[in-house]
């Protein structure tokens, strides 16, 4: 099942099912790319908690070492955009970037999560778009000037439950249609169970809180215009503008 939460003709906040590009909700249905709704992240979470080089070919593209335990940093909820937004990054950057993510949905609250049940709290899957101001990035230790600025993290565009998404799932970004970034969620260093294990070690997650689980190889600058996909496998295609001041 696919879920889309948007705002309707009415200005209310609806969450429908998706079926074959059809928003459906109560004996209504719009078309998901049309001008009669807003497509909304399909989640408010009151944070994203984001891996950082949990793809060897991303570490090495990067000059780093893969970490010997998953690489957490935080992105807020002011970092939040949606499919079809038009994402305006900080001014006088010589180097934003787009960074592709399966993003896991947690479905309960939850703390100390073993990792064989990490799945039972698994709401389902969306795709992020994890831009990233390397500029300041470069030069500061926590990364809030880097990667969580407004509109840092485009979600959407519909919650996949686990059944539809492969555990060889494809994740891509596409950049005016050129395809930069081409990896598997089988590529993955640190799994999501683990993750999710890790993770509720130390702070407890949420309905609706998000772990984007790392980028492939492929990280590159986004211009003023730029028109950005962002596809995970059985979840679809999240799609954005990028604006630069």
């Given at each position: ?71 957490l ?5 002011n970092?939040l ?46 795709c ?11 030069q500061e ?32 970004t ?5 395809l ?16 999710i ?11 609706g ?12 600058a986004?211009?003023?215009?730029d ?9 679809g ?6 604006r630069?001041?």
């Amino acid at each position: 099942m696919k879920y889309v939460r948007f705002r309707d003709p009415a200005g209310a906040v609806r969450r429908g099912t998706l079926e074959s590009g059809h928003v459906h909700f109560a004996n209504e249905s719009y078309d998901l790319d049309s001008d009669e709704i807003d497509v909304l992240p399909p989640c408010e979470p009151s944070k994203i908690v984001c891996i950082g080089r949990n793809y060897a070919d991303h570490a090495d593209e990067m000059g780093s070492d893969v970490p010997d335990r998953p690489l957490l940093f935080l992105k807020p909820p002011n970092a939040l955009a949606g499919h079809g937004d038009t994402v305006t990054v900080p001014a006088g950057k010589e180097r934003i970037d787009h960074e592709a993510e399966l993003a896991v949905v947690i479905g309960e609250q939850c703390r100390h999560v073993p990792e064989a049940d990490a799945m039972d709290v698994v709401e389902g899957f969306t795709c992020m778009n994890d831009v990233s101001n390397r500029d300041d990035q470069r030069q500061e230790q926590n990364w809030i000037r880097g990667k969580a600025f407004d509109g840092a993290a485009p979600l959407g565009p519909v919650l996949a439950t686990p059944d539809e998404v492969p555990a060889d799932a494809s994740v891509q970004t596409r950049v005016n249609g050129e395809l930069r970034q081409d990896g598997h969620r089988e590529q993955l260093i640190f799994p999501i169970p683990e993750l999710i294990a890790e993770i509720t070690t130390y702070m407890t997650l949420e309905p609706g809180d998000v772990i984007a689980t790392g980028t492939p190889e492929g990280v590159g600058a986004l211009n003023d215009g730029d028109e950005v996909e962002i596809e995970v496998e059985g979840v679809g295609v999240l799609e954005h503008t990028v604006r630069v001041p």
